[in-house]
């Protein structure tokens, strides 16, 4: 860069500071469009070469950085602590409502006050997160703070200047100076990131995303903060300088929306308070539904006069309130923990709780997973823990509260070394977390594999289930699984039975026939080889077709199967090879179990695929190929989503296959797509 006049010097920096400012505003626009309002036009490539070239002129002129600038929002280094921000008015909690009665009665209370009932009502979800106060000055991201105390928080400026959704700079006129409030969580599908990240690594575990978040957001190192993928909701407008921008909650969001706010697109307004119980109503059963976590739907008054009218109570605004859901998790007493033996013996360590109501729902039981996990998280009986429920999830253990365990002596949990059903010596696999009875006569084990078998995955034997297969185990109508096909001999005896009535046996009896019909794979799945599940058994089935084929395979045919590895591969030799299980085999092929698959099956080799072609192909045209999938039983898509498949692209075809990338979807080419249709069973004809 010779620049060799004063004057030619200073041309120079203009331009360049021309040309940052351009790159810096397209940098904004896209970041808009992919954070907020999630339609991105360009591709993650472009995008980082705006960002490099903007870097690289900030570098050779550092006087053109502003600190508004994107590429400062990977900032600073690490400060010694927080300075303290005063809130100018401060940061007020909510009264809470638990049903649509409660809610009914703060609707009373505030139609007393004002004497009538024309006024609306905003409802969002309340998002599990902290709550943040930001300030803009001049259109620029000024200050950040935590909520602290509510009148005095904490300045995490420069750690809410790496939340990518948080503008630096706003896009429409706003006052002078004001603040905006909003709650920082963490995606669920971060947090499940971050904690397979530390798994990985050996690291101890998040508890919840809520903590994550709130530990981030007050990192003394920013960098930290940036690696953590937080986002930010923006819900209320604080203070203003000058003529406040909107006269009701619902055109300030608006408002905030077009300056290039993130606020939260479920957000609805209503006029009457039954809309209101029965957004909130939806939300409790929906609440699964999204990428983070909420505890309740917010629901406020919408017009601000009427919102100055009822003024505030103590600490709590009169013209909001958060409907609370039921929470989904609790603090409860371990009062101990016991074993159950699975129907391939393993040792499965459970949680027996004092019962208590999560989510709606009283619990007393919750798995533990195994004897690793419950030293990672040392939990031990006598405990008080967290159990957590999330919709139709088992409830789950999360961790004892160390703070109530101090001063009682509570011994480690330790795996037993007998199977506590038949009291055989426990074995454990090298390398394997799980612990096992090796004794395949357990009574724990048959009652188990004969529900497996019957279950829908498997032989899929409608009115079989779980108390059948366990009432016939005991009244040894079942010994071994062959025998499930013995059953039609044993009329009498059936009959007897409670709750069995002619006509129930009789459907019965020709669902278990026409189970002989399932292809091998569902059989494979039905045997219950230990760590064959159903992609295994596809696998197997497909490649071997038969199973007189499977039973011939050697180990390294075995193994040489794609998506089969040696554990596997030594799991299944020694199931077929074993002689009581080839017994078993025998006399269900004796019974007349069908042993071979199907590839031909009903809807083709590509039933269930949806696919997306794209760009210009060599050997086929688009409409060919696209003929090919469906008459292959697959799905024709024009556009790319999560849910698609994977992407044929040929030459070109830029913006599909950078989506596709984006979403992780696979992007293949015509061979290999040829090869993909080979792999599932197509001849090629
Ligand atoms: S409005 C006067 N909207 O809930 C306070 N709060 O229990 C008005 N929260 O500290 C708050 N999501 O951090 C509002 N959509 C939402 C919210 C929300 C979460 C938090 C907020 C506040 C707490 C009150």
Known sequence: ????????????????????????????????????????????????????????????????????????????????????????????SLSNVFNREELRAWHQRVVRIVEHERFGFVCEPKIDGLAISLVYQDGRFAVGATRGD????????????????????????????????????????????????????????????????????RQLDPRITASRGLDVFIYQLGWADGDAPAATHWEAMRWARNAGLPTNPLAERFDDIDAVAAFCATWVERRDELDYEIDGV???????????????????????????????????????????????????????LEPVVVGGVTVSMATLHNEDHIHELDIRAGDDVIVQRAGEVIPQVVGPVLS??????????????????????????????????????????????????????AMDIEGFGEQRSHMFVSKDLVTSLSDIYQLSKRRDELLALDGIGDKSLDALLAN??????????????????????????????????????????????????????????????????????????????????RTDEDVSARGGPLQGFSIVVTGSLEHWSRNQVEALIKALGGRVSGAVSKATSFVVAGSGGGSKRERAEKLGVDVIDEDEFVLRLREHGWSGE
């Open 512 to 593: 278990i026939e026409a189970s002989k019909q399932r292809p091998l794979r569902r059989l494979l799945i039905a045997l219950g080889i230990r760590h064959v599940g159903s992609e295994t058994a596809r696998d197997l089935a497909r490649h071997f077709g038969t199973l007189v084929a499977l039973r011939a395979a050697t180990r390294e045919e075995l193994e040489a199967v794609d998506g089969i590895g040696p554990i596997v591969a030594a799991s299944v030799f020694e199931y077929l090879h074993d002689e009581e299980y080839a017994a078993l085999l025998d006399r269900l092929v004796a019974a007349g179990v």
């Open 298 to 352: 917010v629901v406020k008054i919408d017009e601000f006069a009427i919102q100055r009218q009822v003024g505030v109570v103590g600490r709590e605004p009169r013209w909001a309130t958060a409907y609370k859901f039921p929470a989904e998790q609790a603090v409860t007493r371990l009062r101990a923990i016991q074993i159950s033996v699975g129907r391939t013996g393993v040792l499965t360590p459970f949680a027996v």
């Open 1 to 92: 860069m010779a620049s060799s006049t004063p004057a030619t010097a200073l041309r120079e920096l203009e331009a360049a500071r021309e040309h940052a400012e351009e790159l810096r505003s397209g940098i904004r626009h896209h970041d808009h469009r992919y954070y907020i309002l999630d339609q991105p036009e360009i591709g993650d490539s472009q995008y980082d070469t705006l960002m490099r070239e903007l870097r690289t002129l900030e570098e050779r002129f550092p006087d053109l950085i502003t600190p508004d600038s994107p590429t400062q929002r990977v900032a600073g280094e690490p400060v010694a602590g927080f300075d303290v921000v005063e809130h100018r008015e401060p940061m007020l």
């Open 404 to 457: 109530l365990r101090k001063g009682r002596r509570l011994r480690r949990f330790k795996m037993p070394e007998r199977c506590p059903v038949c009291d055989t010596s426990v074995a454990r696999e090298a390398e394997q977390a799980a612990s096992y009875c090796p004794n395949r006569a357990c009574p724990a084990q048959l009652p188990r594999q004969v529900e497996h078998f019957v279950s829908r995955g």
């Open 150 to 217: 509510g009148l005095r928080g904490e300045d995490v400026t420069a750690n809410l200047r790496t939340l990518r959704s948080l503008p630096l700079r706003l896009d429409a006129p706003a006052p002078s100076a004001f603040e905006v409030r909003g709650e920082v969580y963490m995606a669920k599908s971060e947090f499940a990131r971050l904690n397979d990240e530390r798994a990985a690594k050996g690291e101890q575990l998040y508890m919840n995303p809520r903590n994550t978040a709130a530990g981030s957001i």
